[in-house]
């Protein structure tokens, strides 16, 4: 397999973070991957977290959330991470985003060829489709394969895909072992030739095991069908497969499912993304009631979360940190304290949190 | 007033309109503003629309979205615009962003000088408060004077902000004149200095006019008030905020209000941004029914928008461009020729739209 990339720094954004007093700075970086499986070359976007190169993160490793149809959607995935990893009360935990950058979508997701439309007539509009087999190869063993030698990535993989995105979400919850440990799907689109994933899907969420792997799936309230305008063929199949995963909780998916009232089905990616990632990490998520926090509890949800996607999750020494900082700010020496020395025992030496330490003993 | 700017492209990113076949860029443009009614350099960041530079849009001009502790919030702020923006069926119509960096967010940004804390206790934390009146000068004659020389601007400018940001932003709209005419506040922190601006609020709603302004306010569901953990004076302040406006009907104001009850006060911004914009471009948002329109109803729309805000508010020629390729890719010809027809008046002799009309008649 021949790879060869072009690193290219194009986006050096700072951030003032005016709690902590501390400058950081954002990377975007973007890969060209001559792809073996595809026979082509296509383009990759990586964002890595604000605090990757952060002297307290040196050591600490990353989820990686891979982004279908992510040539078009890389600023508004990159904002909705912004919005939920940052802040005093981060929902959660820093990702690295990879951003795949679509040739044709209907070609690369969809999981078989359709010969008709939705209404039954014959067509060949979606001749070139079905290669979501070979796609899957091409994201875990050409694009993952590098990004985890590249990165500092923990093996967490989510994958997170919009209408064919959310179909070959699906399919590769499915039919796909092993890369994938997380997966928002939006408005995925079932109706593909003539229901085929979702009818297979009845099967397979009996027969199969899913254990350690979650699922949030966005459903809008979108009127009409492609090809059958009338038909809410789109938006009923998918409440009929939110429905059969519901009523199949032994194969041990953790599962939610959402109908947006107010969203049609371009206007419910953005939130479905949110709502997907707070659903993947709300073992480890901040509420307003957590400034009583204490290391035992955060230890607690990292336990819960472990436990649920079968990986050693922990919070990393910059959190652990802040934490000490944040109680700092509010005057609870005491707490700040109990922070800044567990950070001290998963770091021991280190220089910045000595300072911590001393200043606030002194 | 001495102003001096230092330029840098830091962020040049290519997005593919697989529909159009086109190549687009964005540019991210930094401005360091020596300000004269601060006292001291400001950082401000200016995001251009996608297509600021697309042969169709040369002669185009642009609203103004200012984000209040823009420094922090720009990477979502632009990610919910690209979002509502772009797509086939674009809910609100390519704006400039401009974030504004806060120094002393508290200074900037709160209209008076409190002594108290919300509990009624005397305090000092608060000492440096109370300087929005200047700030507003900073943001409308030197930030806004600049934007509007060096950037092809409409005048329409949208004020946004969170929390002191919300607070500042109702400032603005009651006690401000002039350059700002729509307004997104999001859960504002109207406990302020014993609930000042609520009380005053109550006589302005009353006595001034605001003809042609909108306003969108956010109302989270957040328990707890500084300094009164067990107090929900924070939210309800906002509520009862809500409800004077809607008593006060007669001062032309366009008002909607929302609370979101799975909301807490840090995770609503986003969602807030994504609606205000929204409701301030309601008239021109696309439905999934639009595939129905015409030139006429377009207009119609663009009339209903112009009357509201008191400007003269025009599809863009590449949004009418757009429509033509929309209906042509549809196979839609007659819908496709009523468009270019319509952006060739706007633009007569225009190149790129005498082409689209040969290919299509041919």
């Given amino acids: 397999m021949k790879i060869s990339y072009s690193y290219t720094i194009i986006c050096c954004l700072f951030f003032f973070c005016s709690l902590y007093g501390q400058k950081e700075k954002n990377y975007v970086y973007k890969h060209v991957i001559s792809s073996e499986v595809l026979g082509e070359d296509r383009l990759v976007t990586v964002f890595l977290p604000k605090n990757y190169y952060h002297p307290l993160a040196v050591k600490s490793n990353f989820g990686v959330l891979y982004v279908l149809d992510g040539g078009k959607k890389k600023v508004v995935t990159n904002g909705v991470y912004d919005f939920l990893a940052n802040g005093v009360k981060p929902a959660i935990p820093e990702l690295i985003i990879v951003a795949i950058h679509q040739k044709n979508r209907m070609f690369d997701l969809t999981p078989t060829k ?13 001749e070139k489709s079905g290669n979501a087999f070979a796609f899957y190869e091409f994201i875990a063993n050409e694009v993952g394969e590098k990004v985890n030698r590249m990165y500092r990535t923990s093996g967490f993989n989510i994958l997170t895909g919009h209408s064919f995105g ?3 979400t699906l399919y590769t919850l499915l039919e796909k072992e092993g890369f994938f440990q997380a997966f928002i799907a939006s408005d995925p689109s079932l109706w593909w030739d003539n229901r085929r994933l979702f009818y297979d899907a009845k099967e397979m969420l009996i027969s199969k095991k899913f254990t350690n792997k979650s699922l949030f799936l966005a459903i809008a309230n979108q009127q009409g069908t492609p090809s059958m305008p009338a038909s809410n063929l ?5 409440k009929s497969f939110a429905k059969l995963l519901d009523n199949s909780k032994e194969n041990g998916l953790h599962f939610k499912h959402k109908f947006y009232e107010d969203r049609e089905h371009h206007s419910v990616s953005m939130i479905a993304l949110q709502d997907g990632l707070s659903f993947i990490f709300e073992d480890v998520s901040f509420q307003s009631t957590d400034y009583k926090l204490t290391r035992e509890k955060l230890q607690e949800r990292y336990k819960v979360l472990s436990d ?4 050693s999750f922990n919070p990393s020494i910059l959190q652990i940190v802040n934490l000490g900082d944040l109680f700092s700010f509010k005057g609870n020496k005491k707490k700040a304290l109990q922070f800044y020395k567990w950070a001290l025992e998963e770091s021991p030496n280190n220089i910045l949190i000595k300072e ?3 200043k606030i003993t002194s």
Same sequence: chains 1, 2.
Avoid: S
């Fill in 114 to 126: 359709a010969t008709t439309f939705p209404n039954g007539k014959k067509t060949k509009r979606y």
């Fill in 356 to 358: 911590r330490i001393t």
């Fill in 166 to 168: 959310g179909l070959n």
């Fill in 308 to 311: 649920k996607v079968g990986m």
């Fill in 234 to 238: 789109h938006q009923e199949t998918i």
